[in-house]
């Protein structure tokens, strides 16, 4: 019962760093339409980054060090996702209906090779960052069943959706920027400078993403292809199994799928290698049974 | 006195706004009146003369003088790229969806073929055994698809109980399934509930048919009906896998499709035999660039065919305007599942093929890196031509089938090449245009609609 337990609290960590990334992906959807598809491999970038600031410091890292790899690896992708914005995809915004996704599936690929090609070349473990979470699954009782890093990511993830919903929907800048996302051009009718709107929503989609990344990063140690994309990956499924519209139920079916699948790749026989099969299913099976239409708007765009 | 109708203005005959007859703009193109089978011969004498030519000179390269195993193999590779991209211009380009699962779609075929040749020592000259192996998996999944669905019907049932019941009762049946299985190879028994025993009773209920059909079916055939039947199984797979995902994604938004794509295309590259290379038994001595080749132009002939057909048409209608399509009785939803179903089984074919062309396959060939590759390749050979696709699927594989060292440094730049190429010439190489002159297309469609009347 023991190892159930500890398994449920990292599954449940897990969780809510994909729900992190699913608020970024999310936010980036709802307001920057089509969606920005290589935000989907900004989780993996960041731990890249997190992975070479800590590389380079000392060992082990204090909480100095986790603060500077967090803060340095948010800076950067905040950075680099800016620059695709304005130099790839604000150009194709305006462009007949496929070449803007199109676009984001040439720069998605641009991304994957990026990051693959750094992972093999620079291979990195994050398990000195997340030295601070409870031993794993040994059933001796002197070790925390919560560790700090659980407790952290839970709090960062809950404060820092919380803040997000706060500002979304309490202050003039929210309520500006979920205009843009509604009508773009009456928007800007009333005075709202759009594309900055959309620039500083697919910065904070790409800090969200970062951060959620580099906390997933930590619950999982060695960084390879598929542990790099894979917070991505549960919020993509996220996304179809809530429906792109509902950014709040997309962030709850992450932290759902992404505990699930956590959990199913620990306790399965051979669920480390199936763990994408197993996303795969939940993510078809969701979709068969449709539960977003279920709890409110099923609204189908064509 | 009644007004006389002028002769110009047709009558309305009652059809539906679809079965119209509508005067064609090729007007000075007269059609002819031939016997069918005299019409058929004429249709399909190119495609025969290219069929036989292909034959005779795929000799030279798969025969006893072959040139060079690389060469065939290379020449093979880049057939079945062709097939993969002339399958994705079908839905990309007449259809208008964006799909980046064509390289799974490809990989589905490939390791249902290669399935029973690999974990059943089933060989290919046995088509017997392979046929009651496809027939024993397909009762399996049927079995295990009716218990899926009453799970699922049920689930949907009970939202008339209480409207967000249906949330509910997937997120504890998931759960319920996690633990118990988890729970049950922790033990090492099978204490619990139904999910733990879902896995060997499957594999008993393949078995036990396995079984009882191998002794009714013939022991040796020739390797060339082996080779049809992975082919037709690898079709059907894939397009069974595209049917699923289209029907998931029908009448949603494209992010839908393009995201549900994007799973399948990791979830095939990762999870297929825990990452390992399939080993199959040694090569049979098939000439297989001639099949290849046949089948990349059949391919293209068929896809040529429906993109010029009335089926293509409704097509380009549903990517052009969905809701104008549907006030003229187009079914949007049928066609777009309809493409994304042919372009696909297509993939499953070359997946087919691919079997036999090198070994061991690699699941890296499966990824979503390659089939955004795909993408980018019918973009820059032009989304609307079907001569610009061909010749950039075969000019754009030649650098990953000669050095795959450099394959990612390739991908890259053809990432690079259709940004470039969507910002500056959104319509391909071509223009949109095709090699050959436009009448042929136009014959095609006045073929059709005589045989229509």
């Given amino acids: 019962m023991n190892e159930l337990l500890v398994r449920a609290v990292d599954s449940l960590a897990a969780g809510a760093a994909c729900a992190l990334v699913a608020g970024g992906i999310a936010l980036a959807l709802s307001v920057r339409r089509p969606i920005n598809l290589s935000m989907l491999v900004a989780p993996g970038a960041a731990m890249l980054i997190g992975g070479s600031i800590s590389g380079i410091c000392t060992s082990p890292p204090g909480w100095g060090i986790i603060l500077l790899a967090v803060l340095g690896s948010i800076a950067c992708c905040c950075g680099i996702w800016w620059i695709i914005d304005q130099g790839v995809d604000r150009p194709m915004r305006k462009a007949a209906a496929p070449a803007p996704l199109l676009t984001a599936a040439a720069v998605l690929l641009i991304g994957l090779i990026v990051i693959e090609r750094a992972a093999r070349l620079w291979p990195m473990d994050l398990s000195d960052l997340a030295s601070r979470r409870a031993a794993p699954a040994t059933g001796s009782l002197d070790v925390p069943l919560v560790g700090p890093l659980h407790q952290v990511t839970w709090l960062i993830a809950a404060a820092t959706l919380g803040g997000l919903v706060l500002v979304l929907t309490r202050t003039r800048f929210g309520l500006a920027m979920r205009a843009v996302g509604y009508r773009p051009q009456t928007a800007g009718l009333l005075g709202i400078n759009v594309e900055r709107m959309i620039a500083v929503a697919v910065v904070i989609a790409a800090a969200l993403a970062a951060l959620g990344g580099l906390l997933y990063g930590m619950h999982q140690g060695a960084l390879n292809g598929l542990v790099l994309l894979r917070p991505g990956l549960i919020s993509a499924a996220a996304v179809v199994a809530a429906g792109p519209h509902r950014p709040w139920a997309v962030v709850a079916t992450a932290l759902g799928l992404g505990t699930i699948e956590s959990y199913a790749a620990m306790a399965l026989p051979a669920g480390a290698a199936m763990r994408d099969a197993i996303l795969v299913i939940i993510a078809v099976v969701a979709v068969l049974a449709r539960p977003a239409d279920r709890c409110g708007d099923g609204v189908a765009t064509t | ?453």
């Fill in chain 2, 1 to 453: 006195m009644a007004l006389q109708q002028p002769e110009s203005i047709p009558k309305d005959t009652g059809n539906r706004p679809s079965e119209l007859a509508i005067e064609p703009a090729w007007g000075h193109i007269t059609p002819t009146h031939r016997h069918p089978w005299a019409q058929f011969a004429v249709s399909n004498g190119l495609l025969a003369v290219a069929i036989v030519v292909l034959l005779l000179g795929g000799r030279l390269i798969d025969g006893p003088a072959a040139i060079a195993a690389n060469l065939q193999t290379a020449l093979s590779l880049i057939c079945i790229h062709i097939m993969l991209a002339i399958g994705l211009l079908l839905v990309v380009g007449t259809s208008g969806q964006i799909s980046l699962g064509q390289a799974g779609f490809y990989g589905i075929g490939a390791y249902v073929a290669a399935w029973p040749l690999s974990t059943q020592a089933v060989h290919l000259t046995h088509p017997g055994e392979l046929l009651s192996f496809y027939t024993a998996a397909a009762i399996t999944l049927a079995a295990a698809a009716v218990a899926a669905a009453i799970i699922i019907g049920l689930i949907r049932l009970s939202q008339r109980i209480i409207s967000p019941m249906p949330v509910l009762l997937l997120s504890v049946l998931v759960l319920w399934c996690v633990i118990d299985l988890a729970t049950a190879a922790q033990i090492g028994r099978q204490p619990y509930l139904v999910w733990s025993h879902a896995g060997p009773g499957l594999r008993a209920i393949h078995d036990a048919t396995f079984t009882a059909l191998a002794p009714t079916t013939p022991e040796s055939a020739s390797i060339l009906l082996g080779m049809l039947i992975l082919i037709v199984v690898a079709c059907l797979a894939a397009g069974a896998a595209a049917g699923v995902i289209s029907l998931t994604s029908a009448g949603r938004s494209p992010i839908h499709l393009l995201l549900l794509t994007l799973i399948l295309a990791v979830g095939v590259r990762s999870s297929l035999w825990s990452n390992a290379p399939a080993a199959l038994p040694p090569a049979t001595g098939l000439p297989i660039f001639t099949g290849c080749a046949i089948a990349a132009l059949l391919a293209v002939v068929m896809i040529w065919r429906i993109v010029h057909s009335q089926i293509g048409r409704a097509m380009e209608t549903v990517r052009e305007d969905a809701v104008a399509a549907a006030t003229i009785g187009i079914a949007p939803r049928r066609q777009q599942m309809l493409a994304l179903v042919l372009g696909a089984a297509v993939a499953g074919i070359a997946g087919a093929l691919r079997t036999q062309v090198q070994r061991p396959i690699d699941p890296i060939e499966f990824g979503l890196a390659p089939g955004i590759v795909l993408l980018a390749i019918v973009v820059i050979g032009g989304r609307h031509s079907i001569s610009g696709t061909v010749i950039a699927a075969a000019a754009l594989s030649i650098v990953p089938v000669v050095w795959p060292d450099a394959t990612m440094g390739w991908y890259a730049l053809l990432a690079v090449g259709m940004i470039v190429m969507l910002r500056r010439r959104p319509d391909g190489l071509l223009a949109g245009s095709e090699l050959w002159p436009p009448a042929w297309n136009r014959k095609t469609a006045i073929r059709e609609s005589e045989a229509t009347r």
